[in-house]
């Protein structure tokens, strides 16, 4: 069964343009997660969709938006970029959306805001 | 009170050391505490998990002692290899609440020295 997958794994970008990130989960998987990995910060949590609708949502600012296709897959949007939007964005997936669902995370997009 | 506390920050050990990985928290409604392997270039994976009403759990060379009145729990590394040079995660979450809405430690850059 294939893992999940990231595209595009590496991006540059400068401020004030936006950016579009995508996951696929593993087949079946219903819940898709994305956190902000920075060396600062560490894995911190953005947000959360299953079965299309935003279940849980981070501390971020509005410019962080993400949505959940039919088929599972996974978009996180990122507008009006900022240097410190630098890191790397990774998305994970899960069964189900209680914490008993092990969580599978993919390679990650490392974004770089100039 | 949301903050899981993770040391060292770094680590070097010989092969066949035994590196230890320290966490606290301070939420008691945590009730699930996993650990996180991440290689470079990948994203975390997720290595064990024990909850508290155990104060210890194997898996392989990898054990977790769990303490509950000191709300602090740790990996241990038996037999290190260099394989093991990856970076660690503790984290914590509530068993009822989402999966997403786990709260992860700083991490620990291990290395084992051949």
């Known amino acids: 069964k294939a893992g999940v997958t990231q595209t595009p794994r590496y991006l540059i970008k400068t401020r004030g343009q936006q950016v579009t990130l995508s996951c696929s989960p593993i087949?079946?998987?219903?819940?898709v997660s994305w956190y902000q990995q920075t060396p600062g910060q560490g894995l911190q949590f953005l947000f959360e969709?299953?079965?299309?609708?935003?279940?849980n949502k981070g501390n971020f600012p509005g410019r962080f938006s993400g949505r959940q296709f039919s088929n599972s897959r996974s978009e996180m949007n990122v507008s009006t970029l900022e240097l410190g939007d630098s890191a790397l964005y990774l998305c994970?997936?899960?069964?189900?959306?209680?914490?008993?669902?092990?969580?599978?995370f993919g390679p990650g997009t490392r974004l770089t805001v100039l | 009170q949301q903050q899981v506390k993770q040391s060292p920050q770094s680590l070097i050990v010989q092969k066949g050391g035994i590196p230890i990985i320290n966490c606290a928290y301070e939420?008691?409604?945590?009730?699930?505490f996993p650990w996180y392997q991440q290689f470079p270039g990948k994203g975390p994976a997720l290595l064990i998990a024990?909850?508290?009403?155990?104060s210890e759990k194997k898996e392989g060379r990898f054990t977790i002692s769990f303490n509950k009145s000191a709300k602090q729990f740790s990996l241990h590394i038996m037999d290190s290899q260099p394989g093991d040079s990856a970076t660690y995660f503790c984290?914590?979450?509530?068993?009822?609440?989402?999966?997403?809405?786990?709260?992860f430690g700083s991490g620990t850059r291990l290395s084992i020295r051949p």
């Open positions: 994970a997936s899960s069964l189900g959306s209680g914490s008993a669902n092990e969580q599978f």
């Open positions: 087949s079946g998987h219903r819940s």
């Open positions: 969709y299953f079965s299309e609708t935003q279940r």
């Open positions: 939420n008691t409604a945590f009730d699930y």
């Open positions: 024990i909850r508290p009403d155990v």
């Open positions: 984290a914590a979450s509530s068993w009822r609440s989402s999966a997403s809405k786990i709260i």
